[in-house]
Every structure is written in structure tokens, then in C-alpha cells.
């Protein structure tokens, strides 16, 4: 037997009882005539202790050996300690070693395997599986485990089946590129590794499988940023006969029985908001509504004034920033310095201090009388003391700024608080999206994505202003899902791909087999999938993907770990008949 209790396990009321445990050495103080270690497990950590005089010899020698990190399997008595150690779960006792078995030695390792660590991110990334050692990174892969378990719990009991789809296919359409794996056997030919499970869950649809799901690892091939990952994990899931009310109703279900699960926190109504609304409020489609500073468009009140700058902009738009009117000189130049940025990109940044007196103070104050400023005021609900920041220019531009500024303000003010979760659906998203690159439509969800029928007559004149029955769920400015009822029609599919600017050819070959799965009866179905990596970052308090993935990639895609991605052999390379240039 390797042990009779973990290292997590023994308390006072164990005291003198014979007992085994097995773990890695965390330290070893040797004071002369007493020597400890305190091993360490999963649950725990305990000590062991030898006494010149009382132990035997063939014991301390062992135990003079061992360094860091040895496996060791200890054998002895429990005994109560002499001086506690309240901060320890088994700090009341400590075993009285009576044998002792080296399983396994250590070489030192590279960095400390405590919470607080002194190793670097890329060399605990080398040796990840040290790193994991470490309890608090343990505690972050438990949360996932979770997670992923109330999430399962949660499913089943809804009445979804959850099916696995294959990982070797053909290309899907997110709008990602995709990762390839040439076929040996088909020579010339390549799978594609699934951006998403889309396809196959609307088959399972037509299939009759009513309710699906699946927690699943997707691959997109897309140009690196820091919170991303080459590969990661969604809850993929799809609903037949059902509109988007009951896909709403339903995850708004799911997350908030998971938020009770793990976290213990009872979740409000999710607010709701039209992505039109969301873009002239927040100036993005994921705002973050823990506080508000919403945008007030100030054109009428600003423009025809004399002030060139505005008189040309497409928008001038402002924020009302609570209690910051006593912001000085160097916190308004830092602010104008944040705005002009390159990533940021404003001209200028214009502000209007309202002084508790009732007075304004202004950087246009040339162009602008005491009763203009206090119009503004007055459109943006601003009171005595608070500040307002004013940005102008074209509208997406300027709107996309103004959401960066509004985002730094509530972080400098502290309102966005990481115990504070307030989910929101952004719904009706546009069904296209102009790409000036490709001088193109691209489908802004994804091309199954059904449009509102009421909106179809500008399929020809304005495709732009097509709305879709598409929805984005919003957690503190992080999108959690996304997902939208599906086209069931194999007419109305055939005019998207051809809106997309597909040939019919191209739409056939590609996705020809959906088409002709429509003509066999298909439900209206719809679906959802979320960033299940996100969600566990977020339910941990976390900016970091990363850290909730056992092995993850670094910030260039790589795996130092295990050294890959890698070159492969000539032999390999002729077998799938590739060379390298
Ligand atoms: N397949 C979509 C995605 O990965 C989600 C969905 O539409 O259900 O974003």
C-alpha cells in the first residue's frame, strides 16, 4: 500500500495512529538534532519529523539525503505537535518518522514550487507540468474542472445529448483560416481542423437530435494577440423548433445556474440591447455596463459655433465622468496623451471641468459661452463636479475611441469591479459586414445565420442594413457567446452564399452537402456556442486565458514545452507528399 491518508488529511483526532503518506518533499529544515520535511500532495501538505536519539539512524541518513521535490513514502506515528501551526490544515500534528522509502529523486528544480514562485512565465511554461505543482495554479485548473462539470450537469438536465463530432474535416465557415493536416493516403488532398463543430451540429438538427451539445475544442488559424489561443474549448450547442427566445431564456438559464454553482452568486436579469444601441452608447458591441458613462451625442449643441474641429466631424460625442471635475492639468494632458495614441488614434481630446459653483471651465472656452457649456452639461447628465470628455471625428472611428477612453475612466475611477458580473444580450447584429480590404460582404456571424425576414427586401439595394436574428452574450465587456437561428432554407441559404459573393460552384463544393441535407427536411434551429476558456478566466477573477489551460501555448503560438509546433523528418514530409521550399 503507497499510503493510508493523503497529505491534506491527518488532524489531532488521528493522534497516535500508524499511518502512511506519499508525496514530494516542499522543504527540509535541518536544526541540527531535529530535522522536518514537509511533504506534499494535492490535498495538502504535512510534516514529517526526526529526532537525533529517537529515530533511527538508517532513517536520518535517508532523510539528511533528500532535497526538493524527492518523491518520498513516510511512514510513522502521528503525534501532537508542541508548537502549532494555525495556518496549516494539519498544523495541530506532525509524524514521527519510523521509516522511510525514497520512491523517487529530484534535480532541483528550475523555479520554487510555492504560490508565490520566482520563476518566470516562459521558463514555468518550459516545465509546465512543475509549474502545475503549484497549488495556485492548481486551484485555477480545479475551477475549470468545475465548471465544465455543473455546465455538463446543467445540459443533461435540459434534455441535451451531448455528441462528438469529428476533429478531421473540411473547412468551417468563421471567418478564421484554417488549420490543414495533409492526408498521406489521399495524396494532394488535406483535412481541415474544425473552427467550430457548426456544420455537423445543424446536421445533428436535421438528424432530429432536438437539443445538442457538445464541450468541444475549436482550431482558428488567426493572426496572434495576447488572450488568444490557437486552439480552445467552447460549450457548442443547438436547439431545434425553437426561436430566438428560447435560445435567450435558455443560456441565461445556463449561466446563471453555473455562476450559483461555482460561484455562489445569484445572477440578475440579463439586460438586453440592440447592437445599433450598443455602438451609439458604448461605442462597442461588447460594453461593459458596470457602470455607466454612456455617450451623448453633443452635434446639435457643439456645432455651428465658430470651433472648425467640430463644425467638420461626422460626430462629436461626449462623456459625463462622474466627480472629476478636480482632474489637474497633468491628469488631463496624461488623458489627452492616452487619446493619441496610434492604437487610439483621436486628434484631441476636448473637456468641460462643472465647478461645484455652477461655472464651467473648458478647453474650448474661446468657442463656447457659459450657456453653451452648461447645453452640454445638461445632454449629459452631467452634475456639479463631474467632468466631461468630448471626442469628435468620423463616427466609427470616433465612437471606437471614445469606448477606449470610457473603459480607462471607469478603471481609474474603480468601477470595474472583478466581483461584479452584470451579463448582457447584445441582439439584432447586422447580417454583413463591408470589408474595404476585399471590397466584399463577409457574413458577420458566420453564412447559416438567418437574416430578419422583414429586412430582406435590401438584399439588393443595401445588404449592409440587413439585421440578423444573431446574439452576442456580454459579461463586463467580454464576449462570452455568440451564436444566432440558423437558415433552414436551402433557397434562402443559396442567396447568402450568393450575397457573400460565393459562386454557386464554390458554395457547393464547400458546403453542398448542408444544402442537400435541407432538402430532407430540416427544423428551424438555432444555436449558441461560448469561450469556455473566457468564462473560467472570468469566473476566476482572471485577465488570463492561459492560466486556466493545462498546456498552453504562448503569446507567438508555440509550446516551448514540448517544442512544437516542430519539423518534421524528409521520411514524413515524402509520405504526405509535401516538400518544403
Ligand atoms: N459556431 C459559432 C461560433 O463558433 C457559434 C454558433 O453560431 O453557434 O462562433
Known amino acids: 500500500?503507497?499510503?493510508?491518508?493523503?497529505?491534506?488529511?491527518?488532524?489531532?483526532?488521528?493522534?497516535?495512529?500508524?499511518?502512511?503518506?506519499?508525496?514530494?518533499?516542499?522543504?527540509?529544515?535541518?536544526?541540527?538534532?531535529?530535522?522536518?520535511?514537509?511533504?506534499?500532495?494535492?490535498?495538502?501538505?504535512?510534516?514529517?519529523?526526526?529526532?537525533?536519539?529517537?529515530?533511527?539512524?538508517?532513517?536520518?541518513?535517508?532523510?539528511?539525503?533528500?532535497?526538493?521535490?524527492?518523491?518520498?513514502?513516510?511512514?510513522?506515528?502521528?503525534?501532537?505537535?508542541?508548537?502549532?501551526?494555525?495556518k496549516m490544515a494539519t498544523g495541530d500534528i506532525e509524524i514521527s518518522l519510523e521509516e522511510l522509502n525514497i520512491l523517487n529523486a529530484a534535480k532541483t528544480p528550475p523555479f520554487t514550487i510555492e504560490d508565490d514562485t520566482d520563476g518566470g512565465e516562459e521558463l514555468r511554461m518550459q516545465y509546465r507540468y512543475l509549474d502545475l505543482r503549484r497549488p495556485a495554479v492548481r486551484e485555477k485548473l480545479k475551477l475549470r474542472h468545475q465548471l465544465m462539470q455543473a455546465t455538463r450537469r446543467f445540459m443533461d438536465g435540459a434534455g441535451f445529448l451531448e455528441v462528438e463530432t469529428p476533429v478531421?474535416?473540411?473547412?468551417?465557415?468563421?471567418?478564421?483560416?484554417?488549420?490543414?493536416?495533409?492526408?498521406?493516403v489521399h495524396e494532394g488532398e488535406f483535412y481541415a481542423l474544425p473552427q467550430s463543430p457548426q456544420t455537423f451540429k445543424?446536421?445533428?438538427?436535421?438528424?432530429?437530435?432536438?437539443?445538442?451539445?457538445?464541450?468541444?475544442?475549436?482550431?482558428?488559424?488567426?493572426?496572434?494577440?495576447?488572450?488568444?489561443?490557437?486552439?480552445?474549448?467552447q460549450i457548442d450547442c443547438e436547439m431545434s423548433f425553437v426561436e430566438q427566445e428560447d435560445i435567450?431564456?435558455?443560456?441565461?438559464?445556463?449561466?446563471?445556474?453555473l455562476f450559483k454553482e461555482v460561484k455562489g452568486i445569484e445572477i440578475e436579469d440579463f439586460e438586453r440591447m440592440t447592437y445599433d444601441q450598443a455602438m451609439k452608447l458604448y461605442g462597442s458591441d461588447k460594453p461593459d455596463i458596470r457602470f455607466g458613462m454612456p455617450f451623448v451625442e453633443l452635434n446639435q449643441y457643439a456645432q455651428?459655433?465658430?470651433?472648425n474641429v467640430f463644425d467638420q466631424s461626422e460626430l462629436v460625442v461626449g462623456i459625463s465622468v462622474p466627480g472629476a471635475a478636480e482632474y489637474t492639468r497633468k491628469q488631463l494632458d496624461a488623458l489627452t496623451e492616452y487619446v493619441k495614441r496610434p492604437q487610439i488614434g483621436a486628434k484631441g481630446l476636448v473637456y468641460v471641468k462643472c465647478n461645484e459653483d455652477g461655472s464651467y471651465k473648458s478647453s474650448v472656452d474661446k468657442f463656447y459661452s457659459q450657456e453653451d457649456l452648461k447645453a452640454w452639461a445638461e445632454a449629459a447628465e452631467a452634475k456639479a463636479g463631474d467632468l466631461l470628455l468630448v471626442l469628435s471625428g468620423a463616427i466609427d472611428h470616433t465612437r471606437k475611441a471614445m469606448n477606449?477612453?470610457?473603459?480607462?475612466?471607469?478603471?481609474?475611477?474603480?468601477?470595474?469591479?472583478?466581483?461584479?458580473?452584470?451579463?448582457?444580450?447584445?441582439?439584432?447584429?447586422?447580417?454583413?459586414?463591408?470589408?474595404?480590404?476585399?471590397?466584399?460582404?463577409?457574413?458577420?456571424?458566420?453564412?447559416?445565420?438567418?437574416?430578419?425576414?422583414?429586412?430582406?427586401?435590401?438584399?439588393?439595394?443595401?445588404?449592409?442594413?440587413?439585421?440578423?436574428n444573431a446574439y452576442d452574450m456580454v459579461i463586463n465587456g467580454v464576449e462570452i457567446g455568440g451564436g444566432s437561428i440558423r437558415i433552414h432554407d436551402k433557397a434562402l441559404q443559396q442567396k447568402m452564399f450568393k450575397a457573400l459573393g460565393f459562386t454557386e460552384e464554390e458554395a457547393q463544393k464547400q458546403f453542398g452537402f448542408l444544402m442537400e441535407a435541407f432538402e430532407y427536411g430540416a427544423p428551424p434551429h438555432g444555436g449558441i456556442a461560448f469561450g469556455f476558456d473566457r468564462l473560467c478566466a472570468m469566473f476566476g477573477g482572471s485577465d488570463s486565458i492561459r492560466d486556466y489551460i493545462a498546456f498552453p501555448k504562448n503569446n507567438a503560438g508555440r509550446d516551448v514545452m514540448i517544442d512544437s509546433p516542430a519539423t518534421i523528418s524528409p521520411e514524413q514530409l515524402k509520405e504526405l507528399h509535401l516538400s518544403i521550399k
Open 1 to 86: 500500500m503507497h499510503r493510508t491518508h493523503h497529505c491534506g488529511e491527518l488532524r489531532i483526532e488521528n493522534k497516535g495512529q500508524q499511518v502512511i503518506l506519499s508525496g514530494w518533499v516542499q522543504r527540509v529544515r535541518n536544526k541540527g538534532g531535529l530535522l522536518w520535511i514537509d511533504l506534499r500532495d494535492r490535498y495538502g501538505i504535512t510534516q514529517l519529523l526526526c529526532e537525533e536519539g529517537k529515530t533511527n539512524e538508517d532513517i536520518l541518513k535517508t532523510a539528511r539525503k533528500v532535497g526538493r521535490e524527492f518523491v518520498l513514502q513516510a511512514k510513522g506515528e502521528v503525534l501532537e505537535r508542541f508548537s502549532k501551526n494555525d
Open 168 to 184: 478531421l474535416i473540411k473547412s468551417t465557415p468563421e471567418g478564421a483560416r484554417d488549420f490543414v493536416v495533409p492526408s498521406r
Open 202 to 233: 445543424q446536421l445533428l438538427m436535421v438528424s432530429g437530435f432536438d437539443k445538442y451539445f457538445q464541450i468541444v475544442k475549436c482550431f482558428r488559424d488567426e493572426d496572434l494577440r495576447a488572450d488568444r489561443q490557437p486552439e480552445f474549448t
Open 248 to 257: 435567450l431564456t435558455t443560456f441565461e438559464e445556463m449561466v446563471k445556474y
Open 304 to 307: 455651428g459655433k465658430g470651433f
Open 404 to 468: 477606449e477612453l470610457r473603459l480607462k475612466m471607469g478603471s481609474e475611477l474603480g468601477l470595474r469591479d472583478r466581483n461584479v458580473f452584470k451579463p448582457l444580450w447584445v441582439l439584432d447584429f447586422p447580417l454583413l459586414e463591408w470589408d474595404e480590404e476585399t471590397k466584399r460582404f463577409h457574413a458577420m456571424h458566420h453564412p447559416f445565420t438567418s437574416p430578419k425576414l422583414e429586412d430582406m427586401e435590401f438584399i439588393e439595394s443595401d445588404p449592409g442594413r440587413i439585421r440578423a
